[in-house]
């Protein structure tokens, strides 16, 4: 349990730069009061006291703002900045070293039956304002734009933006220097692939213009 402890401080120093020391993030930090807290709760729940959980969680989340079901399933080192605004459904399963700002919901439809939640692998990041619907999968060291609406599921290394959510893939790769502002857009590159295919088509044209009038 002290390790874990230790762990999630050292996650949140590592990923918020105006973190100053781990007795700042343990007393001061909401997200990592609501992971804590979390993890009380889901003990309760595990050991059939669903009403302490509950209490528990809607306690944490009028102090923090971040409301996590207490039967949502959390791995290690995830991290929430700042933090206000999140809600995490029931069934949402949560991998390790995930990254989740503030105002994100991982929630369900309304149309699902048992497993109505998101599941969320190992490495992701999720950017402020993005809502994860359903039960979906995002995976693994995928990265979701600020704003996103993602209700399908999406591949490792991808990085989903807008509304709904479309897949941008960079080579294959996930980069790691891509931060929630310089995401890719999806349209725009849509929109410069098509200006250049019709500056190509204008000067096949013009040239084909230029050897007629050479012929005529």
Known sequence: MFKDYKESIK???????????PIEIALLYPGFKALRSHKKAKW???????????????????????????????????CID?????????????????????????????????????TIQNGVMIGAGAKILGPITVGRN????????????????????????????????????LD?????DPIMTAIRANTKKIEDLERKIKMLEEIKNENI
Do not use: C, W
């Open 44 to 78: 309760f729940l595990n050991h059939n006291m669903p009403f302490i959980a509950r209490y528990i969680s809607q306690r944490s989340a009028h102090k923090t703002g971040i409301e996590i079901h207490p039967g949502a399933t959390i791995g290690r080192r995830v």
């Open 82 to 118: 700042h933090g206000h605004g999140i809600v995490i459904g029931e069934t949402t399963e949560i991998g390790d070293d995930v990254m989740i700002y503030q105002g994100v919901t991982l929630g369900g439809t309304g149309k699902d039956l048992g497993k109505r939640h998101p």
């Open 180 to 184: 929630q502002v310089n995401i890719p």
């Open 11 to 21: 996650a949140f120093m590592e990923h918020d730069p105006a973190a100053r020391s």
């Open 142 to 177: 995928a990265k979701v734009a600020a704003g996103a609406v993602v209700v399908n599921d999406v591949e490792p290394n991808s990085t989903v933006v807008g509304i709904p959510g479309e897949v941008v893939k960079i080579d294959g790769e996930r980069i790691d220097d």
